[in-house]
């Protein structure tokens, strides 16, 4: 079959076209009918097979997300249960109402303790802070730089939280003997601010 028969078929009559024809006008209509149905109905689901594949990464995703911090909720609990316990042990080391009297009676013993003199010993007010309050303390002290460093480092290890702040160091115009030796020792004067804390419970000043 040639092309010049092509134009001698009868499309009102099909059923006498050659088989060649036939068969040739069965892939046309077939392909149209695919085509046709791709556009219609499987371009449409393809679209939306594409929008639920990437529906299902986003939630695999959150899935996976969700996943890995339920594995690592133990370890948060046991590291927030340390915390509670660590900010326990710290909030003991604030004094209470009736402690601050002696813990300051432990500050003049620990500077007298360590060769100073004290020239001023002024509690200030308290000063409320979130769940604690600060206790300034206004001193004054007359001794050595040796004396001096005996005392941070004696308040330093004092079972209660006590800071000190604001020093300035400058020279006395007395010298004194050296337990040692002869030589005369120039005495200091140490002004400072120390600073202990108080628990408010609540956040209230009790």
Known sequence: MDLSQLNELDFNNTGEWPLPAKIGAVIIVGIVVLGLAYYFDT?????????????????????????Q???K???????LTEMEDSFKSMLKQLPDKT???????EV??????????????????????????ELPINIKVVGTFHNFGSFVSGIAALPRIVTVHDIVITPKNITKKSAISEK?????????????YKYLESGTNK
């Open 43 to 67: 371009q449409y689901q393809i679209e939306t097979l594409l929008q639920v594949e990437n529906k299902e990464k986003e939630k695999r995703k959150e899935f996976e997300d969700k996943n």
């Open 108 to 133: 003049t013993q620990t500077g007298l303790g360590n060769g100073l003199e004290f020239e001023l010993f002024k509690p200030g007010s308290e000063v409320p802070k979130d769940f604690y309050a």
């Open 73 to 79: 909720l133990e370890a948060y609990t046991q590291q």
């Open 184 to 196: 005369a020792i120039q005495l200091l004067t140490l002004e400072a601010t120390a600073k202990t």
């Open 69 to 71: 911090k339920a594995s």
């Open 99 to 105: 402690e601050v009297a002696s813990l300051l009676v």
